[in-house]
């Protein structure tokens, strides 16, 4: 059975194209080296460089860490008459940096009665006369947050992942079908959906220059993850919070917090999602809390294709991020590139040229401003488009990768979207006090029913 009603598809993301207003086509055809010329049946979009004039749009920002004051940055810089009137975060410091850099770079003021501190500040953020909000805080408080801007009919700006468990996520899947019932725009965190060069990518494969899709790879190795070391006077909480990296509630562990824009990009390209997952991890090397160090997860999907994800965070050892795309007569790092079997380059991306007529080697404009300009075109054109699906599906094959690592047991897609499982404190219980979580890490084939 084909799930592509599942996922984006061919009419999803034309949709979504038409919706911002920019369609565009490839042209009069493309030319592959063995493969002559063929007329394009698929139109990509054309993203604006700027989204276009409109009354003045404001926007509250929900997480004040260094990831949303770049995306604050991103808004401002999206088009003209955009300001930032409200900031929220579980820490004063983090407000009180992300508006400094908003005055010394962007010289925007925001008012001290529209800066709030604490576990509700995102209530704050929301009730203020803002049209839209930046979520950017805990993946853990995503599903929370998103939730309480939906219901307040705000357009939203989702960072990754959607939550760290099936509970979470299918919340977010929720509130998802909420706001587009409501006619509000909801854009992603997974930029690479936004970027020009991967975009471009994606419509030569769907206009068959590797044939049909085989198999893929990706994979998200870095260096070891941070660690902040607990300060006197820090309470259980504020320790765990200031030490999210290491956290499995707080973050969903580096599979879902990381890998997943690697898991999206091939269930972008596939144009569905895994329904299986088989997969392992360990943990050698962490400092602190009670994720893994590594994770190797095979997913199958249900006509038996299949693509392996891995992810590490070690140091001293080999780094990369990216993916590989396998098709009957080529390959692709849905990036920028395509691959005949011989290794033979048969396309590549023409990125534009810098000051002396050189290949820049990245898009015209940035992904993430892409993402925030997205957002603004398809409010002020009056034509919502609607990400939540993509990213919780995203999200969730992360989680259920995770799932299957720490068990030891191969885990369904059906398992995830009938799973309990909600990690962490329960929103009624978020204090700056003591917790009862422990820094045990799974231990795999000692799971219940293994």
């Not at 059975?1 to 598809?9: I, K, L, Q, Y």
């Not at 698929?42 to 990831?67: H, N, Q, T, W």
């Not at 996520?169 to 706001?179: D, E, F, K, Q």
Request: one cysteine or more; hydrophobic letters at 35%.
């Amino acid at each position: 059975m084909d799930n592509r009603s599942e996922s984006p598809g061919r009419r999803k993301f034309i949709g979504d194209a038409a919706a911002l207003g920019v369609m565009g086509a490839l042209g009069a055809g493309y030319v592959l080296s063995s493969c002559g010329s063929r007329e394009p049946e698929y139109e990509m979009p054309v993203f604006p460089d700027i989204a276009p004039d409109g009354p003045v749009l404001k926007a509250g920002l929900i997480g004040c860490g260094s990831r949303g004051t770049g995306a604050a940055f991103n808004f401002i810089d999206a088009g003209p008459n955009l300001q930032i009137t409200a900031l929220g975060d579980v820490f004063r410091d983090r407000i009180d940096g992300c508006r400094k850099a908003l005055k010394e770079q962007r010289n925007v003021d925001i008012p001290e009665e529209n800066c709030f501190v604490g576990f509700d500040a995102y209530r704050r953020v929301i009730d203020s006369d803002v049209d839209i909000i930046l979520e950017a805080s805990l993946a853990y408080c995503r599903p929370l947050h998103f939730e309480a801007a939906v219901q307040a009919r705000k357009h939203v700006f989702l960072e990754k992942p959607a939550g760290v468990d099936p509970v979470g996520v299918r919340s977010v899947m929720a509130a998802g079908r909420m706001a587009e019932s409501a006619g509000l725009t909801v854009i992603s965190g997974t930029q690479r959906r936004h970027q020009r060069d991967h975009v471009k990518t994606f419509s030569m494969i769907k206009n068959g220059a590797i044939g049909d899709l085989v198999s893929a790879k990706c994979f998200y190795n870095i260096g070891g993850p941070p660690f902040v070391r607990r300060q006197e006077g820090w309470s259980d909480m504020e320790a765990m919070i200031r030490n999210r990296g290491n956290w499995n509630w707080l973050t969903g562990d580096l599979i879902v917090n990381l890998l997943v824009h690697n898991i999206d990009n091939l269930n972008w390209f596939f144009e569905k999602h895994p329904v299986q997952a088989r997969g392992y991890g360990g943990r050698h090397r962490r400092r602190s809390g009670d994720m893994y160090d590594f994770f190797s997860v095979d997913y199958a999907f249900d006509d038996r294709r299949n693509y392996h994800a891995m992810g590490r965070q070690m140091d001293g050892c080999t780094n990369d991020i990216g993916q590989l795309l396998y098709g009957a007569t080529g390959y692709t790092n849905c990036r920028n590139r395509i691959w005949d079997y011989d290794g033979n380059i048969i396309w590549e991306y023409e990125y534009p040229l810098d000051e002396n007529g050189q290949p820049m080697n990245r898009v015209a404009v940035s992904p993430y401003d892409q993402e925030i300009i997205n957002l603004v075109t398809a409010i002020r054109t009056n034509q919502p488009v609607n990400e939540t699906r993509d990213l919780a599906t995203s999200t969730m094959t992360g989680i259920m990768g995770r799932e299957s690592a720490y068990t030891g047991r191969d885990v369904s897609w059906e398992d995830m979207m009938n799973s309990g499982l909600r990690l962490g404190p329960g929103p009624g219980e978020w204090s700056m006090g003591p917790v009862d979580i422990q820094p045990v890490s799974p231990v795999p084939g000692t799971a219940p029913g293994t």
